[in-house]
């Protein structure tokens, strides 16, 4: 699977290239986003603004690194939505539990708002 990590300051940015996050290649990012995690990072962000295609496989890595993060006391942070995949976070109700910015930007003035605190 095609991706990024990027080690900024307090959190690691992991944006996904491909435009399908689907049964294929969600194991893939799943065992990175452990990984990152299991490095000791407890603070990630996950930048899916290229991917235009969603089904559950996707929605479980996502859901995966939110429990990796929560049980570390970070912060897990998901932007970029395309709107199909964000209509399907929106069915699946997940808007309701997972912290969603627009841009990897925006995530990262969030995270520095709660170190402030």
Not at 23 to 38: C, I, M, R
Request: glycine fraction near 4%; hydrophobic fraction near 40%.
């Amino acid at each position: 699977m095609a991706f990024d990590i990027q080690k900024c300051g307090t959190y690691t940015l992991v944006k996904v290239h491909a435009d399908r996050l689907d049964t294929n290649n969600a194991p893939d990012l799943k065992s990175e986003l452990v990984l990152v995690n299991n490095e000791g990072e407890k603070n990630i962000v996950l930048d899916l603004s290229n991917v235009t295609y969603c089904d559950s496989s996707g929605l479980r890595a996502v859901l995966v690194a939110n429990r990796l993060c929560e049980d570390a006391i970070g912060t897990f942070i998901l932007c970029g939505l395309q709107p199909d995949v964000e209509n399907l976070v929106k069915i699946s109700m997940l808007h309701t539990v997972l912290l969603i910015t627009d841009t990897a930007e925006e995530a990262e003035r969030l995270l520095e708002k709660k170190d402030n605190l």
